[in-house]
């Protein structure tokens, strides 16, 4: 079950991060504001996946 939610959890991180790096590559920013709102919403989306990640592992971990 917990696989299931990470699994899911994780496809949608990757969805927006990717999704922004399209819009970053894709020169949606107007101007250096938009610029670093959108690098800081690509890095708490990595940040949330690394978090994800480990809490993932540990759930595996105390369960063996």
Do not use: P, W
Not at 52 to 64: G, P, W, Y
């Amino acid at each position: 079950m917990i696989q299931d939610f990470v699994r899911v959890l994780r496809e949608k991180i990757r969805t927006d991060m990717n999704n922004y790096a399209d819009d970053f590559s894709g020169g949606a920013c107007r101007n250096f504001e938009e610029y670093h709102k959108l690098c800081g919403s690509i890095q708490g989306l990595a940040l949330a996946e690394r978090y994800l990640i480990d809490l993932a592992a540990k759930v595996e971990r105390d369960d063996e």
